[in-house]
């Protein structure tokens, strides 16, 4: 980790934060922690949890009211998205507007010079350009979620944690006594607890969304479906549909209120467009760049080309076909260990 004199970590109640605020303060000349409120609900727990291990390492420690930010810029963005038929990915979205963002402007209005995460990545600098890198630890690997830093963003940033694996992380939360140091990683959308987004879309709208038809391709009705909001192209368990064969989510065509259903055959494709495009590793090409490309998270990564083609847009062609790519999710494109880029799949 870069050396930094004043540093602001982000905490968040769990162990891969309360390590890397260890760690910042073997290396900064003065370091305090913040944790981030971002929903409406009791996260009474994980204050006091971050507050206690502040209070360990004799750090200053600040609670951030951002709620109102995270409701306007990832809840409603999230609503929005699956309003028109998309699938959206709130984790990048949160990095973006509120973690790399409002925090990172927070800590520099108020004096810090560097912002620390508990993120499993690396940053390099080469030249005059920062470089966003792979964890050590492939299994916890978070660079897809980091592709929108900028490098204003990846200058300031440091993740302690990247040169390590995850056991490592709890064997120094261990040798500290830090109370959470065999919590459970959360799976979960932080603002979807038990994974029922849709009854949070309902609330935050105050809308139900009607029955429509589950429809082939040609336009056979094969049953009804109970609202767009409840499926995402590649989906076949939930339908509730009595098919000889299993049939998956095509297209959500939220106009006509129909989702379109056929052969899982028929959810490869090659290519695709995206938007709101970061060109991390590389400036914005002008040729067709050779490189591998993953449009999920969990994805194994797929050789493919990327060729930007203005206004923030760039097309991927992929040398194989690719299952279920989904609007809303991110394309990152990787060269090797680094990130070269990504963007919104439209």
Known sequence: MQKSNRALVAMSGGVDSAVAAFLTLQEAQSSAGAIMELCCGDNSQQI?????????????????????????????????????????????????????????????????????????????????????RKAVDEAKDQSYFLYTLTQEQLECVRFP?????????????????FENAKQRDSQDICFVPGGDYASVIRERTGKEYEPGEFVTPEGQVLGQHKGVIHYTIGQRRGLGLAVPESVYVHRVDVEN???????????????????????????????????????????????AWAQATGDG??????????????????????????????GVIQ
């Open 161 to 177: 944690l990247g040169e390590m694996i995850k056991e490592q992380a709890r064997e120094i939360a261990e040798a500290n006594s």
């Open 313 to 342: 847009t760039m097309k991927v062609v992929f040398d194989e076909p690719q299952r279920a790519i989904t609007p809303g999710q991110s394309v990152v494109l990787y060269d090797g260990e680094y990130v070269v880029g990504g």
């Open 257 to 303: 209120n129909k989702v379109i259903v056929g052969s899982e055959d028929a959810l490869f494709s090659k290519e695709l467009m995206a938007h709101s495009v970061n060109w991390v590793g590389i400036e914005e090409p002008k040729e067709p760049v050779r490189v591998k490309a993953r449009v999920r998270y969990r994805q194994k990564e797929q050789w």
């Open 48 to 132: 006091q949890s971050a507050r206690a291990i502040a209070d360990r390492l004799g750090m200053p420690f600040h609670v951030l009211d951002m709620r109102q930010e995270f409701s306007e810029s990832v809840i409603q963005d999230f609503v929005d998205c699956y309003e028109r038929g998309h699938t959206p990915n709130p984790c990048i979205r949160c990095n973006t507007k509120i973690k790399f963002g409002k925090f990172v402007d927070w800590a520099k209005e108020n004096g810090f010079d560097s912002v620390v995460t508990g993120h499993y990545a690396r940053i390099e600098k080469k030249g005059d350009r920062y470089l966003l």
